[in-house]
């Protein structure tokens, strides 16, 4: 059965952190990219970041870069995001994503940057 669970969500504050965390089970960890996409109130979902296989490559959409990191284990089968200096547009839900021949999405967690 095929799991991804992500996790670290939650409330900050405009110029906090957060690091999300999306754990994988079922599938060859390994021999996937990793992507986290989210999706804001009333909006399309974006791709956030993308990390290849073997964590050699990352791609990061533009309004991102620069503040966002992602990073995999493959050794513990789990992607991260750290997010960093985040802003008030940066609210959504957060979803983790594997591709190659088959797709899968995690169920999302929630990402709120408020005062």
């Known amino acids: 059965q095929v799991q991804l669970v992500e996790s670290g969500g939650g409330l900050v504050q405009p110029g906090g952190s957060l690091r999300l965390s999306c754990a994988a089970s079922?599938?060859?960890?390994?021999?996937?990219?990793m992507s986290w996409y989210r999706q804001a109130p009333g909006k399309e979902r974006e791709l956030v970041a993308t990390?290849?296989?073997?964590?050699?490559?990352?791609n990061y959409a533009d309004s991102m870069k620069g503040r966002f990191t992602i990073s995999r284990d493959n050794a513990r089968n789990t992607v991260y995001l750290q997010m960093n200096s985040l802003k008030p547009e940066d609210t959504a839900v957060y979803y983790c994503?594997?591709?190659?021949?088959?797709?899968?999405w995690g169920q999302g967690t929630q990402v709120t940057v408020s005062s």
């Open positions: 994503n594997a591709r190659n021949w088959k797709t899968y």
């Open positions: 079922g599938f060859t960890f390994s021999s996937y990219a």
């Open positions: 990390i290849t296989a073997t964590g050699g490559s990352t």
